[in-house]
């Protein structure tokens, strides 16, 4: 048999499978051309509402990409900031909780939120609870600290009280290769952080000093929306580490633990009513139906082959800003 012969039949296999899924694989488009923001009942009954405002994910004002970059969606401060727009409009809102499933993201962003958060607390008197999902830790504590109350889930990591600016040194690895560093610069620290070259001490100097201004914002913050910290422990709990929920509680970075059944009951609660409708605010043709469901919106195009899902989304974050985040590798 033949070179030819033999490497049309190994492609055979490819050639029967692009086959098979021919005709069946669809894209849907949801929302591309439908900006208006919509309400929803995803539980409850009453006059009387409770929005259910989600953060998740990575934090930023910059839009995400999705679906290889051929669907932008709102950035978390734009969401953010037209859901409590809208609310501020409805008087039937009795309060919201803030549903925080976050590492937190980039330091502007984190503090826009919490800013925009604390604004529609003051002119609306309408209380505002924070619930944390698995992680609510760096700017996603952040964001919380602009509530009245914080409830953790038994499971919940939070903490992580700081600021990081990722970099890297590759010039070791460019010496290897043969490569040199042919920047020009306009003075000696505009190329300040390259990865091309290592850090002078007074560059050094100059990176650590923005982080411990942006940290020293990042302590007041949470004390005053926590002015029940254990004191004796301030350091431990402002050197950066992530917490468990037990231990959150028990140095009074969060107000109780509990599920969503809880934390519903506690904003029925601050908002003086027995029965409420938890509602949600949505984009699209889709309307989420249930309290943690996604909504098609928010998930841009999906494909799928032969009834089989395939995601194509994927975030894009730059890594040389000052970010409120933990996460145990770069940001993607």
Known sequence: MGGRARSALKLAPLFALAFALAGCVVISPFGASDNALRETTVQGEGRAKILWLPISGFISDAPASRALGLVQQPSTLATVSRALDKAADDDEIGAVVLRINSPGGTVAAADEIHSRIARYRRETGVPVIASFGGVAASGGYYVAMAADTVIAQPTSITGSIGVIIPGVNASGLLDKLGVENASYVSGQHKDIMSPLREATPEEQAIVQDVIDSLFARFVAVVEAGRPQLDRDHFDEITDGRILAADD???????????HIDDVLARARDAADVTSARVIRYYQGRSAPNSILSE????????????GVPVDLSFDSQASAQPLYLWR???PR
């Open 248 to 258: 959150a509680l028990r140095l009074g970075l969060v107000d109780e633990i509990g």
């Open 295 to 306: 909504t098609a919106a928010a998930s841009g195009l999906r494909m799928s082959a032969a």
């Open 328 to 330: 145990p590798a770069p």
